[in-house]
């Protein structure tokens, strides 16, 4: 899987994975920051989170087009680097009003418009070499892996510096409590209400709770700080992942050269296009688009709607088992064991190779078992962010797999086009939304529940069945569509492109929050079964013009 591919795209990797990392570390906790600092209802949160996801996908078509005729595309992606620092540094700061966090978001959505599809581009210049062209979906399967690698660990630190403030105001984390002191800060409280937050406020406090409205507002400045602290760790992983960028270039610089760059140079490998060519790959690229936006709606619910169903209607307290997985002192030893037999039993491998695999599962097994001992048998608390660490770690263990899979195939001639594999991307991302639609049967709507905490309660590993699902769709569907616009973008408009495919994706994570009044008005199962009706229509319309889509490649 690694082998036979430039050393740039592994600078590309590391400095992908530490913008990542900072990017997903806010995103676990921000549509819970703008309800715990505002007391916002689902429907104002995610207009603003679809309208940020909007910013963050659409602002690299400008990217684009200030790399591939001004600034070339290291120059733009280390500009862009530095603005999203400012943006995540203006984050960080607590006790701002909900304008200066609009100004927050608009300069991050601006950097990361400078750096994300120039990024890209660059790693597609890489595989032009035609020694490289016949791994290029391979790399960017590998280049994907490191987006979420920081995205796996990010909803942990966003949870650890959480839990981290919340100790030092005397407080943890409690989902009803965060409702409640909004409700009696704005006065709209019921006497039971009232109640159950005295009872909360004296749980956690002890002998120093004085009042509710002290213990209200405690807890609202209290885990809004705590978010700001998570925003402040995102500001800091910015510098790591310019550092790797600026200072490992000589390993991509042959690459970082734009298409006006070449013809003025008047290189020898510039390639030109016919405008019939051109008009052909556009309009393909176009129709990919349209399909790819269904996708991200759907699949940006993760930050929205799905982090909403951890919140309200999962359990927040799991056995010793299940606890194994929600923490990152057991995950890490877990997943060490894993990653240990595998080494000790695979077949290729030598004998040193299969020793160090049986000693890491052995310590990790020890580790594991020392670290279960410590939790709670009678329940270990769960916060809904964490959730959202399950699609990026089955990412990396599944992009093997997935990568493998399709050598395979490719060695006996039956490997799918990238077309086609979008298109099956979309029908198991129908399948991923099923589960949902099972698992909400016989629960109360949103609107029902007038923003308190369901009753009824599921497992979670209905939410985990959900995210495996849609990280399969995903392996399928997104590397292999950027591994597409490199391929079939005209040489002049390769930047503009990347950042075409993330114009798509800002309409879809725009629709992703659009929806959600109807998250707020209609049962939950009609609520997935409207995403599950969507990707199964967006996979007819793919399949309809798939001889249209595999025969741009072929000029």
């Known amino acids: 899987m690694f082998k036979g591919h430039p050393k740039g795209l592994y600078v590309a990797f590391f400095a992908n994975m530490g913008e990542r990392f900072g990017y997903y570390t806010m995103l676990a906790i921000f549509t819970l920051y703008l309800q715990a600092k505002f007391g916002w209802t689902a429907t104002e949160a995610g207009r603003v989170y679809g309208s940020f996801l909007f910013g963050i996908y659409f602002l690299p078509l400008l ?39 609009f100004g927050s978001l608009t300069v991050i959505s601006l950097g990361t418009g400078f750096f994300k599809g120039n990024l890209q581009a660059l790693v597609g210049n890489m595989y032009d ?16 892996m490191g987006i979420n690698v920081g995205a796996f660990f990010a909803p942990n630190a966003a949870q650890a510096i959480s839990n981290l403030v919340l100790k030092k105001y005397g407080l943890f984390y409690n989902s009803a409590a965060i409702d409640l002191a909004n409700k009696f800060k704005a006065g709209i409280i019921t006497a039971t209400e009232q109640l159950k937050l005295e009872t909360i406020g004296k749980t956690q406090l002890g002998d120093h709770f004085h009042s509710i409205a002290d213990f209200a507002n405690r ?170 660490q399950f699609n990026p770690i089955f990412i990396v263990f599944l992009t093997p797999v997935i990568v493998g899979y399709f050598s395979w195939l490719q060695k006996r001639g039956k490997e799918p086009s990238s077309p086609r594999k979008i298109g099956i991307g979309m029908l198991i991302t129908s399948v991923g939304f099923l589960v949902m639609v099972i698992a909400s049967q016989g629960l109360q709507s949103p609107h029902d ?38 391929k079939v973008a005209p040489p002049q408009f390769k930047g503009l492109m990347q950042g075409g495919w993330f114009a798509a994706t800002a309409i879809g994570n725009l629709l992703a929050g659009l929806i959600g009044p109807f998250w707020d008005k209609w049962e939950l199962w009609q609520f997935f079964l409207l995403l599950v009706v969507l990707c199964l229509l967006s996979a007819t319309f793919i399949f309809s013009i798939l001889k249209r889509l595999e025969s741009a490649t072929e000029d």
């Open 219 to 388: 807890y609202i400045d209290g885990l809004s700080a705590s978010y700001n602290a998570g925003f402040a760790i995102a500001s800091a992983s910015m510098i790591i992942s310019l550092l790797i960028f600026i200072g490992f270039r000589k390993y991509y610089k042959s690459a970082d050269i734009t298409y006006k760059q070449q013809k003025k140079q008047k290189s020898e490998n510039l390639v030109i296009l016919t405008p019939e060519q051109t008009k052909k790959r556009l309009v393909a690229l176009g129709l990919v688009f349209l399909v790819v936006m269904f996708f991200w709606m759907s699949f940006h619910q993760n930050g929205f709607t799905l982090t909403f169903f951890a919140r309200d209607y999962t359990v927040g307290a799991v056995n010793r088992p299940t606890a194994i997985l929600f923490n990152l002192k057991s995950l890490l030893p877990l997943l060490a064991v894993i990653v240990g037999i595998i080494l000790a039993v695979g077949k290729n491998n030598t004998k040193n190779t299969k020793l160090i695999g049986a000693l890491t599962a052995i310590a990790g097994a020890v580790i594991l078992a020392l670290v279960v001992r410590s939790y709670n048998p009678a329940g270990n608390p769960i916060s809904p962010q964490i959730f959202q």
């Open 449 to 486: 529940l007038q923003g308190g905490v369901s009753t009824t309660l599921r497992s979670p590993f209905w939410l985990i069945g959900t995210y495996f699902t849609l990280t399969i769709a995903e392996l399928f569907l997104s590397p292999i569509g950027i591994s597409f616009v490199s």
């Open 63 to 101: 990217g684009g087009l200030i790399a591939d005729n001004w600034l070339g595309y290291g120059k733009t992606i280390i500009l862009g680097t530095i603005i999203m620092f400012i943006g995540y540094a203006m984050l960080a700061v607590p006790g701002q009003s909900k304008y200066f966090i």
């Open 129 to 144: 070499d035609p020694k490289y062209e016949k791994v290029r979906d391979s790399a960017f399967n590998i280049f994907y």
